[in-house]
T-cell receptor, first 112, second 116 residues
Framework: DAKTTQPPSMDCAEGRAANLPCNHS???????VYWYRQIHSQGPQYIIH???NNETNEMASLIITEDRKSSTLILPHATLRDTAVYYC?????????????FGIGTKLQVIP | NAGVTQTPKFRVLKTGQSMTLLCAQD?????MYWYRQDPGMGLRLIHY???????AKGEVPDGYNVSRLKKQNFLLGLESAAPSQTSVYFC???????????????FGEGSRLTVL
């Protein structure tokens, strides 16, 4: 599975949109982009995933560039509860997670 | 629906002692995983299982053993604990992804282990 690169930390004002970037320049055609977040010391939690089209759910939006080499997770109206570490990973959908690398992610701090 | 449950949540061991971490999932998932998380190093895969009775090594398997005798349980054992094994351990499970699910990984709440 392809590796990803994320900035180690970001700040966002409460109520504003948080845009978290991820670079996955070596992504293969059959690999999906997944986002997870880890609040404090809890287990990571799934947010959203996509292949090439933009995706939206009740938690966030995922924008994938046309060449699929990068993506952005958007939290439209960040709250203090969104303060967490966000992980971007890529994986083959039909496989397990044994080849997936969870890096250090991006630590998002939402500021009042 | 409890999801993924880990026991114990906290444990302190002395060097050389042994212990077992238990992971139980009630979602009928085929795949199960054990990770460790250390400051500044993200999540690292220790061992995983793709089905009942099968296990395989991950990125950092040394010093650990696992067993998957029942589909719903995945046990992580430390035969002779070392201070380097002080960490937070996470269990996770997933389906082999089909077209009608998210393919997401479900995590437990973690087990914090300290080896003195």
């Amino acid at each position: 599975d392809a590796k990803t690169t994320q900035p180690p930390s970001m700040d966002c004002a409460e109520g504003r949109a948080a845009n978290l970037p991820c670079n996955h320049s070596t992504i293969s055609g059959n690999e999906y982009v997944y986002w997870y977040r880890q609040i404090h010391s809890q287990g990571p939690q799934y947010i959203i995933h996509g292949l090439k089209n933009n995706e939206t759910n009740e938690m966030a939006s995922l924008i994938i560039t046309e060449d699929r080499k990068s993506s952005t997770l958007i939290l439209p109206h960040a709250t203090l509860r969104d303060t967490a570490v966000y992980y971007c990973i890529v994986r083959v959908y039909s496989g397990g997670y044994q080849k997936v690398t969870f890096g250090i992610g991006t630590k998002l701090q939402v500021i009042p | 629906n409890a999801g993924v449950t880990q026991t114990p949540k906290f444990r302190v061991l002395k060097t050389g002692q042994s212990m077992t971490l238990l992971c139980a999932q009630d979602m009928n998932h085929e795949y199960m995983y054990w990770y460790r998380q250390d400051p500044g190093m993200g999540l690292r895969l220790i061992h995983y299982s793709v089905g009942e009775g099968t296990t395989a090594k991950g990125e950092v398997p040394d010093g650990y053993n696992v067993s998957r005798l029942k589909k719903q349980n995945f046990l992580l054992g430390l035969e002779s604990a070392a201070p380097s094994q002080t960490s937070v351990y996470f269990c996770a499970s997933s389906y082999p992804s089909r077209g009608d699910d998210t393919g997401e990984l479900f995590f437990g709440e973690g087990s914090r282990l300290t080896v003195l």
